[in-house]
């Protein structure tokens, strides 16, 4: 049977059912392993972790090094099958899988470039769409995500299930977490040395990693959701991890509980999908019926809204964002694990995951204009805004990192989904690179606040300078830095802006063009005054340099730290750092005295990121660029992650990719790193020199002069009140009149109600107990006992110790019965 | 007709028997009325294999003796033990077992 044949069936019959199979490579069937080998290790460090040499953190890394290179396997064997996996045999299901959908007459025709053109098959299929005339998708070799799944139980007759979905993102994502995770571990064992709860610390990362890995590989929404709490879970324990001091634990429930509000939205959702698509959970089956139009558009619209609440509290979108910023509060390598592998892209990739019933809910394929694409649009420029304001070096990456989530909506809500999970990729190294080069930073200095503390620190720390530098271009946007070209790319998918000849895309989003190019000025921007403060000017920490000082910083970390474990980080820094340390001079006095490069267990993973960061973009060139027409290099990452033409992904059109749009966004960013480095490098270098000390900003800036400036400024250090909105008038407005209404109703209406009911049962309850208690039941109870008593001590003169006696009862026996035996029977 | 008459004496000794185990008082003689019963019982298997042609009544009387053997041993043992700890094998004064 040809692949042709097999396609005219299929149309014929109009079924269109599968993309997935059930065979496959092994680790792509087994993958389940890769995240119980954390959660085992959970376990094990929970249990042995205190009595080992390394107290714990060695099972931590070795298992999250073996999920590393499972995930490098499971990559490799899913090159291998997305390319050349046949589905073959007489299945129904099979034949579906190979149905190219057309797209509908609304999207232009786009061309895309993926073709595997030596194939045979594929030419046929080719010929078969060109005979029909249809525009839309080129034919490719569709992907067929590989399934396992396991009855869990059974109840009221509906089967909920557990299972693998292993597709391109999904394999994707496993790389992408082992990885980063695998990193973070190895900088925590330098980072949090000496640390009283460190087994504890690497008992809750490798849950976590469990939990983040379960959620890439679950095939329900109902192992999604567990997996989804699970990660919360573990988030809470992590920001909270040194939970002495208030603000750490309060930042750790204010995550859990925003967190909570999603959370709520996201259930609804599951539940409205399960019941809309006849009682199932199933991830591919709930797509596939979406794609198809089997579920109603308002269902799925009201569906799409309640998972976006999910994806707003999870992934820090715009109003529900703002736990992200306070998490900063937890040790930062647990926040570059937060930032840019677990937790905030388990939003992003839920969209991704369920893709069919967003793309069909808020009709993403040729509109302008849609509920996610707003809320990613708002988010990455309002976002990007807050981070000019802060001090703490985390919190401006916070706000990044908030940013960056918003253009990843925003690119799955005009319909660009390659883009955004190849941003998510390549966001993943580069921020992990800049959380872990904070990090690094703040370990010298035992401090985040760059303005009081940092500064000039390029002097001491060459390696974290680097690779800092490294990962901001590419944060930035800067060619060839990986985030050049997902930022493009995400560009190119708004679609419209008929100015760049950027065609295609699934509508014409003008609005998200803007937005987004507007949000590259500014990521360059707040990127250089990040720069700028923390390695330029002069090193500002020496003026009150003493331990404590340290101890009273708002900023408890590396205060903390260093007072847990003061003599043992200090034996250890000169063991560990002598080698890097490009200060010479610090001895067993002065030892903090200037602040010293950290040791390689910190550099190391700094300089892996950093080199993803430069790379990482080479894997999904444009098709054209430098290629060529070759097919073998150009948009790999596409090629190989996305579902094109499996049934429960729908069908859309990827955007032309334009030069003039990559040069001028380009432009645009630049631009904001020139303004930033016009006043920091230039005006505020030049005011330091004058007044002789290293200044963070102009004491006579434009917020001092323009009162509508300072406004501004004053709204974005308040965070747009948001927090003010959260705490003073919805908590504020529900405890004062809501407590005072309840307190009357609970008075006057529940508290009279209990009291009359109190009194009748006590009249009732006498009454009861003095004829009924004492006359009919204790009456019973004593003949009772009398009775027994009497025959008792009747049947006792029977036993009175003479052997004889009961020979003679016995022998009286013998005789009735055998008198029995004679004359009855 | 013969087979009667062996029964009726069985019969007869071992309602002396019974009797004895009763109202004796003296611990040897209970034990020796047991024995009464025993053969009792011993000339009904034999009388009944006999008139059946059968070697199972004797050979079953033969395990009954050997078992009365080490029951009589066991037996006087106990009155051993009794006369020792009472001096006396007067059955009416044994009595531990009373409820």
């Given at each position: 049977?040809?692949?042709?044949?097999l396609?005219?069936?299929?149309?014929?019959?109009?079924?269109?059912?599968?993309g997935?199979?059930?065979?496959?490579?092994?680790?792509?069937?087994?993958?389940?392993?890769?995240?119980?080998?954390?959660?085992?290790?959970?376990?094990?460090i929970?249990?042995?972790?205190?009595?080992?040499?390394?107290?714990?953190?060695?099972?931590?890394?070795?298992?999250?090094?073996?999920?590393?290179?499972?995930?490098?396997?499971?990559?490799?064997?899913?090159?291998?099958?997305r390319?050349?996996?046949?589905?073959?045999?007489?299945?129904?299901?099979?034949?579906?899988?190979?149905?190219?959908?057309?797209?509908?007459?609304?999207?232009?025709?786009?061309?895309?470039?993926?073709?595997?053109?030596?194939?045979?098959?594929?030419?046929?299929?080719?010929?078969?769409?060109?005979?029909?005339?249809?525009?839309?998708?080129?034919?490719?070799?569709?992907?067929?995500?590989?399934?396992?799944?396991?009855?869990?139980?059974?109840?009221?007759?509906?089967d909920?299930?557990?299972?693998?979905?292993?597709?391109?993102?999904?394999?994707?994502?496993?790389?992408?977490?082992?990885?980063?995770?695998?990193?973070?571990?190895?900088?925590?064992?330098?980072?949090?040395?000496?640390?009283?709860r460190y087994?504890?610390?690497?008992?809750?990362?490798?849950?976590?990693?469990?939990?983040?890995?379960?959620?890439?590989?679950?095939?329900?929404?109902?192992?999604?959701?567990?997996?989804?709490?699970?990660?919360?879970?573990?988030?809470?324990?992590?920001?909270?991890?040194?939970?002495?001091?208030?603000?750490?634990?309060?930042?750790?429930?204010?995550?859990?509980?925003?967190?909570?509000?999603?959370?709520?939205?996201?259930?609804?959702?599951?539940?409205?999908?399960?019941?809309?698509?006849?009682?199932?959970?199933?991830?591919?089956?709930?797509?596939?019926?979406?794609?198809n139009?089997?579920?109603?558009?308002?269902?799925?619209?009201?569906?799409?809204?309640?998972?976006?609440?999910?994806?707003?509290?999870?992934?820090?979108q715009?109003?529900?964002?703002?736990?992200?910023?306070?998490?900063?509060?937890?040790?930062?390598?647990?926040?570059?694990?937060?930032?840019?592998?677990?937790?905030?892209?388990?939003?992003?990739?839920?969209i991704?995951?369920?893709?069919?019933?967003?793309?069909?809910?808020?009709?993403?394929?040729?509109?302008?204009?849609?509920?996610?694409?707003?809320?990613?649009?708002?988010t990455?420029?309002?976002?990007?805004?807050?981070?000019?304001?802060?001090?703490?070096?985390?919190?401006?990456?916070?706000?990044?990192?908030?940013?960056q989530?918003?253009?990843?909506?925003?690119?799955?809500?005009?319909?660009?989904?390659?883009?955004?999970?190849?941003?998510?990729?390549?966001?993943?190294?580069?921020k992990?690179?800049?959380?872990?080069?904070?990090?690094?930073?703040?370990?010298?200095?035992h401090?985040?606040?760059?303005?009081?503390?940092?500064?000039?620190?390029?002097?001491?720390?060459?390696k974290?300078?680097?690779?800092?530098?490294?990962?901001?271009?590419?944060?930035?946007?800067?060619?060839?830095f990986?985030?050049?070209w997902?930022?493009?790319?995400?560009?190119?998918?708004?679609?419209?802006?008929?100015?760049?000849?950027g065609?295609g895309?699934n509508?014409?989003?003008?609005?998200m063009?803007?937005?987004?190019?507007?949000?590259?000025?500014?990521?360059?921007?707040?990127?250089?005054?990040?720069?700028?403060?923390?390695?330029?000017?002069?090193?500002?920490?020496?003026?009150?340099?003493?331990?404590?000082?340290?101890?009273?910083?708002?900023?408890?970390?590396?205060?903390l730290v260093?007072?847990?474990?003061?003599?043992?980080?200090?034996?250890?820094?000169?063991?560990?750092?002598?080698?890097?340390?490009?200060?010479?001079?610090?001895?067993?006095?002065?030892?903090?005295k200037?602040?010293?490069?950290?040791?390689?267990?910190?550099?190391?993973?700094?300089?892996?990121?950093?080199?993803f960061?430069?790379?990482a973009?080479?894997?999904?060139?444009?098709?054209?660029?430098?290629?060529?027409?070759?097919?073998?290099?150009?948009?790999?990452?596409?090629?190989?992650?996305e579902?094109?033409?499996?049934?429960?992904?729908?069908?859309?059109?990827?955007?032309?990719?334009?030069?003039?749009?990559?040069?001028?966004?380009?432009?645009?960013?630049?631009?904001?790193?020139?303004?930033?480095?016009?006043?920091?490098?230039?005006?505020v270098?030049?005011?330091?020199?004058?007044?002789?000390?290293?200044?963070?900003?102009?004491?006579?800036?434009?917020?001092?002069?323009?009162?509508?400036?300072?406004?501004?400024?004053?709204?974005?250090?308040?965070?747009?009140?948001l927090?003010?909105?959260?705490?003073?008038?919805?908590?504020?407005?529900?405890?004062?009149?809501?407590?005072?209404?309840?307190?009357?109703?609970?008075?006057?209406?529940?508290?009279?109600?209990?009291?009359?009911?109190?009194?009748?049962?006590?009249?009732?309850?006498?009454?009861?107990?003095?004829?009924f208690?004492?006359?009919?039941?204790?009456?019973?109870?004593?003949?009772?006992?009398?009775?027994?008593?009497?025959?008792g001590?009747?049947?006792?003169?029977?036993?009175?110790?003479?052997?004889?006696?009961y020979?003679?009862?016995?022998?009286?026996?013998?005789?009735?019965?055998?008198?029995?035996?004679?004359?009855?029977? | 007709?013969?087979?009667?008459?062996?029964?009726?004496?069985?019969?007869?000794?071992?309602?002396?028997?019974?009797?004895?185990?009763?109202?004796?008082?003296?611990?040897?003689?209970?034990?020796?009325?047991?024995?009464?019963?025993?053969?009792?019982?011993?000339?009904?298997?034999?009388?009944?294999?006999?008139?059946?042609?059968?070697?199972?009544?004797?050979?079953?009387?033969?395990?009954?003796?050997?078992?009365?053997?080490?029951?009589?041993g066991?037996?006087?043992?106990?009155?051993?033990?009794?006369?020792?700890?009472?001096?006396?094998?007067?059955?009416?004064?044994?009595?531990?077992l009373?409820?």
């Open positions: 049977m040809t692949l042709g044949s396609l005219l069936l299929a149309t014929e019959a109009g079924e269109v059912t599968a997935f199979t059930f065979a496959g490579p092994w680790i792509l069937r087994n993958a389940w392993i890769v995240p119980f080998i954390p959660a085992m290790s959970f376990l094990a929970l249990f042995f972790g205190k009595r080992l040499p390394y107290k714990g953190a060695e099972i931590g890394v070795a298992s999250v090094l073996t999920c590393l290179l499972l995930a490098i396997i499971a990559n490799v064997a899913w090159f291998d099958h390319d050349n996996f046949e589905a073959h045999g007489d299945r129904a299901e099979d034949a579906a899988a190979l149905v190219v959908r057309d797209v509908g007459s609304a999207a232009p025709a786009v061309v895309t470039v993926d073709g595997v053109p030596d194939e045979v098959d594929l030419t046929t299929s080719e010929e078969e769409h060109e005979a029909e005339g249809e525009g839309g998708h080129e034919a490719v070799h569709p992907s067929t995500a590989v399934r396992n799944e396991a009855t869990w139980f059974q109840t009221g007759g509906v909920f299930k557990v299972g693998t979905l292993i597709d391109g993102q999904a394999v994707m994502m496993l790389f992408v977490v082992s990885l980063i995770s695998l990193l973070v571990h190895v900088y925590s064992t330098d980072y949090v040395a000496g640390d009283r087994t504890h610390y690497f008992a809750f990362l490798s849950l976590f990693t469990a939990a983040m890995l379960l959620l890439v590989v679950s095939a329900t929404t109902i192992m999604f959701l567990t997996a989804w709490e699970l990660v919360g879970v573990c988030s809470f324990a992590l920001i909270g991890h040194w939970w002495e001091e208030k603000p750490n634990s309060d930042a750790a429930l204010k995550a859990f509980l925003t967190n909570r509000v999603g959370d709520v939205g996201l259930l609804i959702g599951i539940i409205i999908l399960f019941f809309a698509a006849g009682q199932t959970f199933d991830i591919v089956e709930i797509n596939t019926q979406a794609v139009g089997q579920i109603g558009h308002n269902t799925l619209l009201i569906a799409s809204l309640c998972l976006m609440a999910a994806v707003m509290s999870k992934s820090g715009f109003v529900l964002h703002t736990w992200l910023p306070d998490a900063m509060a937890g040790p930062t390598p647990v926040s570059a694990l937060i930032h840019a592998a677990t937790m905030v892209v388990a939003g992003i990739y839920m991704a995951r369920l893709y069919g019933v967003f793309f069909e809910g808020f009709s993403i394929g040729g509109s302008s204009i849609n509920a996610m694409a707003v809320i990613g649009t708002i990455l420029f309002f976002g990007g805004l807050l981070a000019f304001v802060q001090d703490d070096i985390k919190k401006v990456l916070a706000y990044s990192t908030v940013s989530l918003g253009y990843m909506v925003m690119a799955l809500g005009v319909g660009a989904w390659g883009a955004a999970l190849f941003h998510l990729f390549t966001h993943a190294f580069f992990a690179g800049l959380f872990l080069g904070a990090g690094s930073v703040s370990h010298a200095v401090s985040f606040d760059m303005k009081k503390d940092m500064g000039g620190m390029r002097k001491f720390m060459p974290t300078f680097a690779t800092f530098m490294i990962c901001t271009a590419a944060l930035v946007g800067v060619f060839p990986a985030g050049f997902s930022k493009d790319e995400i560009l190119v998918g708004t679609g419209g802006w008929g100015l760049f000849g065609t895309g509508g014409a989003y003008t609005l063009l803007v937005g987004g190019i507007a949000g590259a000025a500014l990521t360059g921007a707040y990127m250089t005054r990040v720069i700028y403060l923390t390695f330029y000017g002069e090193f500002r920490h020496v003026a009150h340099n003493d331990h404590a000082h340290h101890s009273a910083v708002d900023e408890p970390e590396p205060a260093a007072a847990m474990s003061d003599t043992t980080t200090g034996a250890h820094d000169v063991v560990e750092h002598a080698d890097t340390a490009p200060v010479s001079d610090h001895g067993d006095g002065d030892e903090h200037l602040p010293h490069e950290s040791g390689p267990r910190i550099t190391v993973p700094l300089i892996i990121l950093a080199t960061a430069l790379l973009g080479l894997v999904n060139l444009p098709p054209g660029f430098l290629t060529g027409d070759e097919a073998g290099w150009q948009e790999r990452f596409l090629h190989f992650y579902p094109a033409g499996a049934a429960y992904f729908p069908a859309i059109s990827h955007g032309a990719p334009s030069y003039s749009l990559a040069i001028f966004s380009s432009i645009i960013g630049l631009l904001g790193v020139a303004v930033a480095y016009y006043y920091y490098f230039v005006l270098e030049r005011k330091s020199a004058e007044v002789g000390e290293s200044l963070t900003e102009l004491p006579d800036g434009l917020t001092t002069k323009f009162g509508f400036l300072r406004a501004g400024h004053k709204v974005l250090v308040e965070k747009y009140y927090d003010h909105l959260y705490t003073g008038i919805i908590a504020g407005g529900t405890k004062g009149p809501v407590a005072k209404a309840t307190n009357w109703f609970n008075q006057h209406v529940l508290d009279e109600a209990v009291d009359v009911v109190g009194r009748s049962s006590v009249t009732l309850g006498e009454g009861v107990y003095k004829h208690d004492q006359k009919v039941v204790d009456g019973a109870v004593n003949t009772t006992g009398l009775i027994s008593n009497e025959v001590s009747e049947l006792r003169k029977l036993q009175n110790g003479k052997i004889q006696q020979a003679a009862y016995l022998f009286a026996g013998a005789t009735v019965l055998a008198g029995v035996l004679v004359f009855v029977i | 007709m013969w087979l009667n008459q062996f029964l009726l004496l069985a019969a007869a000794l071992f309602c002396l028997g019974v009797y004895g185990v009763i109202v004796r008082r003296n611990g040897v003689m209970v034990l020796m009325s047991i024995e009464m019963i025993l053969n009792a019982v011993n000339i009904n298997l034999v009388a009944f294999g006999a008139f059946n042609h059968t070697p199972v009544g004797s050979v079953f009387a033969l395990f009954v003796i050997a078992v009365a053997a080490a029951e009589v066991i037996g006087l043992a106990i009155v051993l033990l009794i006369y020792r700890n009472k001096k006396s094998i007067d059955f009416s004064d044994v009595d531990l009373k409820g």
